[in-house]
């Protein structure tokens, strides 16, 4: 990259080059990266639990809980229903929190924020 090639020409050193102009332009994809693929994997370990094919009793999953609880929504009890606005709240939280070092990162960069 233009800029990795214009500090070598200043004469910075390997570390200056990879903490100073590397690291900063990379880190705002790999947040974003990392926040999708947390929640991904929350809601594939969810799912097999869901479908049987995941954590198995006794041991405690979201997906696991709302399977067990499915058939009380028919008679209006909130049982299924609380695991699966936390597995939504979790996912909605990681993305503010990563949208929120999206921010502060793009200010480090010397971007609005």
């Known amino acids: 990259m233009d800029y990795v090639e214009a500090a070598r020409l200043r004469g910075e050193g390997r570390g200056w080059v990879i903490f100073r102009e590397i690291l900063p332009n990379a880190l705002s994809p790999l947040v974003a990266e990392m926040g999708m693929r947390f929640i991904f994997m929350v809601l594939f370990v969810s799912t097999l639990s869901f479908l049987g094919l995941g954590v198995q009793p006794p041991e405690a ?34 993305n503010l929190v990563a949208d929120w070092i999206l921010t502060r990162t793009a200010s480090l960069k010397g971007g609005r924020g």
């Open 61 to 94: 999953d979201w997906g696991g809980i709302v399977k067990e609880n499915k058939d009380g929504i028919i008679y209006g009890i909130p049982a299924a229903l609380v695991p699966a606005v936390a597995i939504a709240t979790l996912a909605i939280s990681v």
